[in-house]
């Protein structure tokens, strides 16, 4: 027995999906578990779904950006609840070592360039996680966040929809493909997105 061709399979599984109205909201609440959660990269999500909106037409690119951006103002008022809630000490004491030095290091970050923080934190997931916990968990007022929020939510899925867009429309003609790359140059981003940050925090660590 034959296997189903690429495009039997994106016809008759990938484009009734990407039809559906549950499209949004599958990605809207992946988004907002990402940023609560990040083991899942939200980001290859949105990209993949730009890059079939632009070769497939579905689906439709703006209700993908505004979903995308609720989704990530969502998840990071909701991890800043969290920190409120719990306190930066409970947090500290994790025994996910990774996860703790990145909340003392956020937390020496919520200075008078809070704001820069929460915005290029956005980008990075588990310093994302970090920043809004402790920005959260400090007394940083949600009245200062909330602004700092709403731009990086929408920068955030903005350039995530732009990249799988241009992906998609350089491979129009084999969608499949398109994704696959659109989403292979997230995880790329992504992962060295957190190399270098991680290579700054190591940089900036005090000396024992």
Not at 20 to 48: H, K, N, Q, R, T
Not at 135 to 141: C, H, L, V
Not at 171 to 179: D, E, T, W
Not at 189 to 205: K, P, Q, S, V, Y
């Amino acid at each position: 027995m034959q296997s189903a061709a690429p495009m039997d399979i994106f016809n008759d599984l990938v484009l009734p999906l990407a039809t559906s109205p549950w499209v949004y909201l599958i990605a809207l609440g992946l988004v907002v578990l990402d940023g609560v959660f990040p083991v899942f990269p939200s980001e290859v999500v949105v990209v993949g779904l730009a890059a079939l909106a632009a070769s497939s037409a579905v689906p439709d690119i703006l209700l993908l950006l505004l979903t995308a951006s609720l989704g990530a103002i969502i998840g990071d008022t909701l991890t800043y609840t969290l920190g409120r809630l719990i306190g930066i000490r409970r947090f500290q004491q994790t025994r996910f070592r990774p996860l703790a030095r990145l909340l003392r290091w956020a937390s020496r970050r919520m200075g008078p360039r809070a704001g820069m923080v929460v915005l290029t934190a956005r980008f990075i997931p588990f310093a994302r996680l970090a920043v809004n916990l402790t920005a959260g968990s400090t007394g940083f007022a949600y009245r200062r966040f909330a602004p700092f929020c709403l731009v990086a939510g929408a920068a955030w899925a903005a350039y995530n929809v732009a990249m799988g867009y241009i992906a998609g429309q350089w491979f129009a003609s084999q969608p499949l493909l398109g994704m696959a790359l659109a989403i292979g140059l997230a995880v790329l981003i992504g992962l060295a997105l957190d190399f270098m940050a991680a290579r700054l925090r190591n940089r900036r660590r005090p000396m024992p």
